[in-house]
């Protein structure tokens, strides 16, 4: 959908306000709703996939050299990679914004 | 050649639905519409008709179950009653506002309390607003006819609704008419198969029922409503095609020596075989009355109505149905809306009768008919009369 | 226990059916089950889902969060429009309409929308053998309306209509056993989850829509049917605790045998896990909001009851 949604006229709708197009909710920025964010340090990071395994917005994304990180567009700075990390290589901090 | 058998409304029913060729038949039983879906259980059961019976737990459940199979492209039929229509109340709006071209036959009997079996319209009534294209009828082959022209008003692409058939419960279910059935290659090409634009599947997906903030609901409210209006010109369109293929045309509603009646009587469903007689008897004696059957009930055929009843005086609707402490009569209060802005309109009286299962002779259309002209010259101080209620 | 003891990520695929950019709150447990159990779905899945918490932060208008078809119509229906999509999809390919193709079908709803409102709908399907998962992710209490209790509401909760008061402990009533209803009706393989056993979860998911993939591999000797899954949903806005704890809380409901971990496949009991000395409860209650007016005797109380029920489940697991 290109318009925003409310400006979308009765035409605009599909029929039975059906979504043809699949996921498009990932457009939405969830990153606006944290007060902390996680810090990656590589040098700690095994590369073992807990943290991507257990992100509930399914938002760690592994980099070019198979570390993780999570994509702040969608982070909600839950702390739950911090806390499940198993080398601690994720703090929590503050966001400053 | 079209055979014509002496059926059990009912089974003819359940016959139409097999020549439409259902995917999924949803099945809870209840009274007086449970023949439909037994007979449907035999036609499975000994191969006669290709379908998925799921004998459901509840009427709920049924249209529910309804709602899946048609999401995913299934040609749908469930039926039911009374009790059972209320208790899917919610899923009905769903069927409709999801687009989903269920096709269920109700066979309309009272509603509780005190628990009555017997047939009115109060279930029909109670679900006016649910969004359903909803066509009454008035014998036998209608039902048959009309179950068939369902599928394909429905199912066509510029509709995507489910259609109600209302019939009256006992008085025509658990009739046995003589029924012309149509041959099953005249019904293919009659009813094209089902292709929903955006089924539910894997190959291209999509999402079906999100929820509507205030800004986005009353533009899915008015899509909806441009579309059941709409669809009136393919319920038109259908009811042609089907005369010229078969013989027997339908319409919005259906004028028996009304064109020059001073006095008219509107009736739907069954009864309206019976005010027939009336009018035939009291034209004999020279009064000047006339019927209206009124057919397609939604989308509400405002026309029609305005055209059949302009010449009249003195309009008479008799309601099976009452909804208490309004107006009393649903039909008509929706009929007096109609003309209310209508320079030349008649008087319109409101009668309410044949509550469940309460029979109306023709004499009683006569009794009907001779108060109503009286009330029109009189005037009345009740909103309406109930007919036949012992005092 | 050696399932743990690998951990291979590279099994896991990367594809996200249930996408980022979902409005569930920060640190649900819920969406994490939600999205582990897709992994598992893959894209071969249609989603019947009910209203409730998962419905409504991924389907908000005019987007969704769904990359597979996905259908929600209303709260208390789900098995039943499960049980009309199956029974469409398996007409339709018989007719020739359809391509043969493996398609699960997959209902999804919350503790409320399973064993208070849609109790009923569920039992239906069971009872009639459509070949479709049903999972139940049981956060507890009508969290999507605001915390209300349900019968999944475990005793002594805090809810907002069972809260603790002057003369109540909150939740009165002991959680109803759903897993053990589902048993009840026979049904060919149900188990019980976690989210923070992620692994455990995926395979049993796997496992509860292979029913008909088995029964095809068996040349239909094998009867297909119904699965269902009760996922244990730990969620902070309700239970009352920091985000960063969702997966800890779950492995202790886990651990001091409150939410006990097993399947039941052909009415045979296994146990996923088991500790030969169990955490004690408090370890689990004491750091939920939900709990902390608890007196002492009714921790214990519960600690009791807990054994009991824990010994039960052992006993026909041996």
């Known amino acids: 959908m290109t318009k925003p949604e409310g400006m979308l006229t009765w035409k605009d709708l599909q029929i039975g306000s059906i979504v043809t197009e699949p996921g498009s909710a990932s457009q939405y920025q969830t990153g606006d709703w944290r007060s902390q964010r996680p810090i990656y340090d590589s040098s700690k990071c095994i590369k073992c996939g807990i943290c991507y395994i257990f992100c509930p917005e399914g938002c760690i994304e592994q980099n070019d050299e198979g570390y993780f990180e999570a994509n702040l567009f969608y982070c909600k700075g839950c702390g739950i990679c911090a806390r499940e990390c198993w080398t601690q290589a994720v703090t929590m901090v503050e966001e400053e914004e | 050649m079209a055979k014509r058998v002496g059926i059990e409304v009912s089974i003819a029913i359940a016959e139409a639905a097999k020549l439409a060729n259902v995917d999924v038949v949803a099945s809870y039983p209840i009274t007086p519409q449970t023949h439909i879906v037994e007979h449907l259980a035999q036609l499975v059961a000994d191969g006669d008709l290709d379908a998925a019976y799921i004998p459901v737990e509840s009427e709920h459940s049924a249209m529910s179950a309804c709602l899946g199979a048609s999401a995913v492209g299934a040609r749908t039929f469930t039926a039911t009653a009374g009790q059972g229509l209320e208790l899917m109340h919610e899923v009905l709006y769903i069927a409709s506002s999801m687009r989903l071209p269920i096709v269920m036959a109700v066979a309309n009997r009272a509603l509780s309390a005190p628990l009555s079996v017997w047939g009115d319209h109060s279930d029909a009534m109670a679900v006016r607003d649910t969004g359903w294209i909803q066509i009454f009828t008035e014998n036998g082959q209608e039902v048959v006819d009309n179950v068939l022209c369902a599928f394909r008003i429905a199912e066509d692409q510029r509709v995507l609704l489910p259609v109600m058939i209302h019939l009256d419960g006992f008085h025509l279910s658990h009739m046995v008419e003589p029924i012309f059935l149509p041959e099953p290659a005249e019904v293919d090409k009659f009813i094209p198969p089902y292709q929903h634009p955006f089924p539910l599947n894997p190959d291209k997906p999509v999402t079906m029922g999100g929820f509507g903030p205030p800004d986005i609901y009353s533009e899915a409210k008015k899509a909806q409503e441009v579309n059941l209006t709409a669809a009136k010109e393919v319920i038109l369109q259908c009811w042609n095609d089907f005369g010229s293929l078969f013989g027997r045309y339908y319409h919005p509603l259906e004028c028996y020596h009304s064109q020059d009646a001073r006095v008219l009587l509107l009736t739907m469903g069954s009864f309206s075989e019976t005010a027939m007689t009336a009018i035939d008897t009291m034209r004999r004696e020279g009064k000047n009355v006339g019927l209206i059957k009124l057919r397609l009930w939604r989308p509400f055929p405002f026309k029609e109505i305005r055209q059949a009843v302009k010449n009249a005086e003195v309009l008479i609707v008799l309601d099976r149905a009452l909804s208490f402490g309004g107006p009393g009569g649903p039909v008509c209060s929706e009929i007096r809306s109609a003309l209310y802005n209508e320079d030349k309109k008649p008087k319109v009286i409101s009668f309410i009768g044949g509550l469940g299962g309460r029979d109306i002779t023709s004499v009683g259309f006569e009794e009907i008919i001779n108060r109503g002209i009286e009330i029109s010259q009189t005037g009345s101080e009740q909103e309406f009369e109930m007919f036949g209620v012992r005092e | ?318």
């Not at chain 3, 999809?89 to 997959?106: E, H, S, Y």
């Not at chain 3, 009508?142 to 002594?156: D, E, K, L, V």
């Open chain 3, 1 to 318: 226990m050696e399932k743990y003891a690998i951990f291979v990520p590279r099994l896991v695929t990367k594809k996200e059916i249930f996408a980022p950019g979902h409005r569930a709150c920060i640190g649900c447990g819920e969406a994490l089950a939600v999205r582990l159990a897709c992994k598992s779905l893959g894209r071969n899945s249609i989603i019947v889902n009910a209203t409730g918490c998962m419905e409504v932060i991924s389907s908000q208008l005019p987007h969704t969060s769904w990359r597979v078809p996905w259908i929600h119509t209303l709260f208390e229906n789900t098995a039943a429009v499960a049980s009309g999509v199956e029974a469409g999809l398996k007409v339709m390919t018989r007719k020739g309409r359809r391509p043969a193709q493996d398609i699960n079908v997959v209902a999804m709803a919350g503790d409320g929308g399973t064993s208070d409102i849609g109790l009923q709908a569920l039992s239906g399907a069971l009872e009639r053998g459509h070949n479709f998962l049903y999972i139940c992710f049981d956060n507890e209490a009508y969290m999507n309306t605001g915390i209300q209790r349900s019968s999944a509401t475990p005793f002594g909760a805090s809810t907002t209509t069972s809260p603790a008061g002057k003369v109540s402990i909150g939740q009165v009533t002991w959680k109803k056993n759903m897993p053990a209803i589902a048993a009840a009706h026979d049904i060919p393989y149900l188990a019980t989850a976690c989210p923070s056993y992620p692994f455990d979860l995926m395979a049993k998911v796997a496992k509860g829509v292979a029913t008909d993939l088995m029964a095809k591999v068996a040349k239909g000797v094998a009867t297909p049917g119904p699965a269902y899954i009760h996922i244990l949903s730990t969620c902070p806005t309700g239970w009352r605790f920091a985000p960063d704890l969702a997966i800890r809380i779950g492995r202790l409901a886990v651990e001091t045998g409150i939410f006990p971990l097993y399947e039941v496949e052909d009415g045979r009991y296994k146990l996923t896990f088991d500790l030969p000395k169990m955490r004690p409860v408090t370890d689990y209650l004491k750091i939920q909001g939900r709990f902390r007016h608890l007196s002492e005797e009714t921790l214990e109380e519960i600690q009791h009851r807990v054994d009991k029920e824990y010994a039960k489940l052992t006993e026909k697991a041996a």
